[in-house]
Every structure is written in C-alpha cells, then in structure tokens.
C-alpha cells in the first residue's frame, strides 16, 4: 500500500525538518535589554485601562496557542499547519477530558482544514503507483483512494483518541516532558505509546493506542479496502484471452502490516510534539530579535 509508504516518510521528513530547525533557533539569543524610558505616574483610571489591556492580551494570547476551545485541550498546530490539540505543555491543574470533550476535540482535528489536502496528496501517490489496484484508475479510482485514506486516518484518530479513552477512562493527550536532554526526551515520548494517563491522573498502559489502532487497522481493511478480483487480459498477437487473479487486500497480514505502520507514525509525531513547544518559542525569540534589530538600524 502506498499510503503505509507515505505514511513513514512523512514523519521522517518531520523529523529532518526538526533537527535542521531545532539547531538553529537554539543559537539565536533574544535581544539585550535597553533601559526603559522613565515612565510617569498613573493615575487610577490609567492603571484600570492598564489592566483591560493586560486582560485582552491574555485572551489574545489564550486564543492563538494556549487554551483551546475546550477547556484542557490547545490550539496549537505542529510546524503552524498539523492539528496539534491534544498536547499540552503542563501537567498540574489539568481537568480531566469529559466524554464529549474527547469527541469534540478528535473530530476538531479529524476535519479540520489541512486533512483535506493531506489526503488527497495520499490519494494521489497511491494513484500514481496504482496501489491497491481494485480501486481502478480515472476519477472514480482517485475518489475511492481518497475515501479511503480519510477514512483510514478519522477512524483511527476516534478510536485511539475518544472511543477507547472514553470506555477505559484513559486521557487521550500527550503531557510534553520538557525535562533532561534529548535522549531522555525522547525515551519519554516513545514510552507514551504504551503508557498514558488516567483520567483520575494515574498511569496505565496504553490500551487506546494499542488496542484502539489494531480495531481501526481491523475496521478498515475488512470494511472497504478492495476484495479479490480477476481482470481479463487480451493478447491480440495470439487471440487468446487470459484471466489475472487479483490478491484481496482484507488480509490477517495486511491488516496486521497497516497497525504496525500507524503505531510506527503516531510514535514518531509523539516524539516531535515532545520537542515542538522548544522549536517554537526559539524561532518565535529569533523572529522578535530580528524585528528589534532591524528597528535599531533605523533612525
């Protein structure tokens, strides 16, 4: 299956594009402090405007990478594009997800706008490689390919993230580290995927990973992915017409192959959530600097 191609390539890039940035924005240092103008007194009225201002830029700021619409959950998007809801930076104080908060959350980024031309990239690689070859070719073909990987992708994202947390009492987010070097981090987040978070705060392994995205694998190569199927061949050379039988894609070994893939993708994104919140206030940092550098150039 192409998309299972893809699907490892993809977080390697990630992972690439990681380790290019992280190196990077770690060297930049945020500009020197200047001394602060002497500011005069303020009156009662002006500290209560003071304070209206504060308050709205926290709301600002809570809306654009901190709380996210429901309450325990974020805003964030990894590299500014990709869904990044379900990670949070901090572990204290943290209300557990309801049932509904979880669904809400999943389906939020399941369908939310960058999905769209993600899978039909997808669509389009197992088109160009007649992956899965039941599905034909034209338009009817790219469209059944594109179902099929958004379906492949949703059904996986609502298992793992609201169906089984929701029955097993497991959070479905993933509380970043932020704690020793890189190795450390990193061991931190692949163990993620067999450990999480109770929603009373506990730990316990990881049933909705594991379990949640075998059931999905399960799902949907028996469901729509094509069945066997024989083509005729006509050779006109010969006259003689020949019968290709076509291998089914519900298979124990294809199924088993497309879990392995989606604990293999989940695993590294963990590992790059982890490191994500570094890359971003470094890069934000160097943005800042270069805008303070460029004012002192000019008069």
Not at 27 to 38: E, L, R
Not at 47 to 67: C, E, L, P, R, V
Request: glycine share 10%.
């Amino acid at each position: 299956m192409s998309i299972k191609v893809v699907a490892r390539l993809f977080p390697t890039f990630v992972l690439v594009l990681f380790f290019l940035a992280y190196p990077v924005a770690a060297q930049q240092t945020p500009p020197p402090p200047t001394s602060a103008p002497a500011v005069p007194p303020q009156s009662s009225s002006d500290k209560d405007a003071d304070k209206n201002k504060d308050k709205d830029k926290d709301k600002d700021a809570q809306a654009t990478s901190g709380q996210g619409k429901a309450e325990g959950t974020s805003n964030d998007r990894l590299f500014y594009a990709l869904p990044n809801f379900l990670t949070l930076e901090t572990t204290t104080k943290v209300p557990p997800l309801t049932t509904g908060q979880k669904f809400k959350v999943v389906a939020r980024g399941s369908f939310d706008y960058i999905q769209i031309p993600w899978y039909g990239f997808l669509a389009g690689i197992s088109q160009a490689e007649n992956s899965e070859p039941g599905f034909g070719q034209g338009a009817k073909g790219y469209g059944k390919r594109f179902g099929s990987a958004f379906a492949d992708g949703t059904i996986e994202n609502f298992m793992t993230g609201a169906v089984l947390p929701s029955l097993l009492h497991q959070d479905p987010r993933f509380f970043q580290s932020g704690k020793g070097g890189f190795t450390r981090r990193t061991s931190y987040a692949v163990s993620r995927t067999f450990v999480t978070r109770t929603d009373s705060g506990g730990s316990q392994f990881n049933y909705s990973e594991i379990v949640g995205s075998a059931l999905s694998a399960a799902i949907s190569t028996s469901a729509y992915h094509p069945r066997a199927f024989i083509t005729k061949r006509y050779d006109p050379t010969t006259g003689m017409l020949t019968y290709v039988h076509n291998a089914s894609d519900r298979t124990l070994t294809n199924t088993a192959s497309v879990w392995g893939t989606q604990l293999g993708y989940d695993t590294i994104t963990i590992v790059v959530k982890e490191f994500w919140p570094d890359i971003h206030r470094k890069l934000s940092h160097k943005h800042k600097g270069d805008g303070a550098a460029g004012g002192n150039t000019n008069p």
